[in-house]
């Protein structure tokens, strides 16, 4: 069994490494019925997918790994680089076991990307799985059980069996243990930062991007026990939320450069699909109806969902920084990410209402050059040493 910190972290840093998807391939040909359904990061209902048979593997771009060249003929320059650097996985057929494919409610680049994908690649089932902006049950909700019931029927239509019931029950409950256990882990690393750093948590999830929900629960489990026997040293660094990734991640050494600028990450957005549901998701009664009502009532709040109350624009921020005890705030956002780049001078604005300092910056999944970002978190963390109030 998986036992330090440094094993699961290898573990991990294998998966992330991977652009073949060798754990997904195996774990499909391992038993006859099984299916993969692919799907963009953010939020897409995973407990559908495990109900369904199938294996939820989250298609997260191709990172600083991979060289785009036939992906770049399919869009403008002026977008972000995770469509391209999706379709380059496409084309290049890393993702050629993967039956079916989500586009989940980000943005105009992404569901335009599920109608390419429709044409590109027809014998791969395609959805833009879109969400409601109407956040009262009598609208959104009969809007959302709509949607999901559609999507239900397609799994079932991909894996030749029917979801039920007594299935979404199930997989409901394995993801709620997942989520107590991410909760967790962020609990913990917002305690106690140094004995988990960003860079290993990231890894950590991104693992529950390509892993079974059961057996990432088991990793995560396997974490906190041995990060918490583990002896390492406690520096004077400033504690931020970084925020903005939700979508086109950032390079690990970005999350890296951050924390050897002197910052320890104590939030972020990073693969908002494993946080979504910010409570259990009842498993008693109407399965469907219990996940329109857990994403229409006590989901994350973030710049790529709709925010019904103007007046709650950016608390969620606020709350985060004063969670965690957060000392400051880093917008990382990806370049031309409209949502993100939007909605930032808001919750900037919120922010200084709040007296809570702030940077800035963009990146691509692919940067190379970390040394400016390292220098620019440097100085906010020596600013916020300097001149922050006690």
């Known amino acids: ?7 699961i972290v290898a573990t991990c840093q294998a998966l992330f490494d991977d652009l073949s998807f060798s754990y997904a391939r ?4 391992a038993a006859p019925g099984r299916i993969v359904v692919g799907y963009m990061p953010f939020y897409v209902p995973r407990e559908l ?11 997260l771009g191709g990172g600083d790994q991979l060289e785009v060249i036939q992906g770049d003929a399919y869009y403008q320059s002026y977008i972000c680089r995770i469509p391209r650097s999706t379709i380059e996985l496409g084309v290049t057929n890393r993702l050629d076991f993967v039956d079916a494919m989500l586009f989940p409610s980000i943005c105009d680049v992404i569901r335009n990307l599920s109608g390419m994908w429709q044409i590109m690649f027809p014998q791969v089932r395609s959805r833009y799985f879109d969400v409601p902006q109407n956040f009262s049950d009598a609208v959104g909700g009969a809007y959302y059980i709509h949607e999901l019931n559609e999507l239900r029927d397609m799994l079932a239509e991909v894996s030749g069996r029917p979801v039920t019931d007594e299935a979404i029950r199930a997989a409901t409950g394995l993801y709620n243990e997942n989520r107590r256990l991410v909760r967790e882990v962020y609990a913990f690393r917002a305690r106690q930062p140094w004995k988990a750093p960003a860079s290993e948590v990231y890894l950590l999830m991104r693992a529950g991007m390509i ?3 059961d057996e990432h629960s088991r990793m995560l ?7 918490a026997a583990d002896e390492r040293p406690r520096r004077d660094n400033s504690r931020v939320v970084v925020t903005g990734a939700f979508c086109e991640q950032p390079p690990l050494n970005l999350i890296k ?6 910052c320890y990450i104590v939030d972020d957005d990073f693969m908002l699909v494993n946080r979504w549901e910010q409570e259990d998701v009842p498993t008693e009664g109407d399965p469907i109806a219990n996940l329109a009502d857990s994403y229409l009532h006590h989901s994350a709040s ?30 990382a956002t990806p370049s031309f990410c409209d949502p993100a780049l939007l909605d930032r001078p808001m919750l900037q604005r919120v922010l200084a209402a709040n007296d809570i300092p702030y940077i ?26 300097l001149w922050s109030t006690p």
Request: no cysteine.
């Open 26 to 29: 195996e774990w499909k040909s």
């Open 221 to 227: 489990r396997d974490y906190l026990d041995a990060a």
């Open 211 to 213: 892993l079974p929900v």
């Open 360 to 385: 800035a910056f963009k990146y691509a999944e692919n940067s190379g050059q970390m040394q400016p970002i390292r220098e620019q978190a440097g100085t906010f963390a020596d600013s916020i040493k």
């Open 257 to 262: 450069s951050i924390e050897l600028s002197g």
């Open 49 to 59: 997918i495990h109900a369904a048979g199938g294996l939820a593997l989250g298609v």
């Open 1 to 7: 069994m998986t036992t330090s910190t440094n094993e």
């Open 302 to 331: 973030t710049a790529a969902k709709y925010e019904p109350d103007a007046s709650q624009k950016g608390l969620f921020l606020v709350d985060a920084v004063r969670r965690t005890r957060a000392e400051g705030v880093i917008f």
